[in-house]
């Protein structure tokens, strides 16, 4: 393959582990270490947090499409793609509108809420965050293993 290639193959990885690594660092480490904090402690890490990662899962999404569709050019399209390929270019757009759903919705109204004020609400909120980022990290872990090992098995 040719340098095109291998470059937009890092960036991909590299936004891949930007996006689904934090959702496991944020589901699997974070949220149980701040269960044992104030509610409204908890809902203020929460916004910070959100904040400061939403804005890297933004800019994941695009480097992914972006070097997603370079990979795909480069070996000549969809039509000679392995299916495992077709499989990660669905779930993608599918963890994409999970994610614009879950930014548009539950974060927005979660960051409108006066947490300090309103904790019931804002504990519902990322209740429905949490939700949506169960489901993206699974579907983005299944996706690690596609790029990974789906070839061997087309």
Do not use: C
């Amino acid at each position: 393959m040719d340098a095109l290639y291998s470059i937009s193959s890092t960036v991909h990885t590299l936004a891949a582990v930007i996006w689904v690594g934090g959702m496991f660092f944020a589901h699997i480490i974070l949220r149980p270490a701040l269960m044992q904090e104030k509610a409204g402690i908890r809902l203020g890490v929460w916004s910070e947090v959100l904040t400061r990662f939403f804005k890297w899962v933004w800019v994941a999404i695009i480097l992914l499409a972006i070097s997603g569709y370079i990979m795909v050019g480069e070996i000549g399209g969809f039509e000679v793609s392995g299916l495992h390929v077709r499989v990660m270019h669905g779930l993608f757009w599918v963890m994409t509108a999970l994610f614009t759903y879950l930014f548009f919705k539950p974060y927005t109204a979660f960051k409108s809420d006066d947490i300090a004020d309103n904790i019931e609400a804002g504990a519902k909120h990322l209740a429905g965050i949490r939700r949506i980022v169960i489901i993206n990290l699974i579907l983005g872990l299944l996706q690690i293993i596609l790029g990974v090992s789906g070839r061997f098995y087309a």
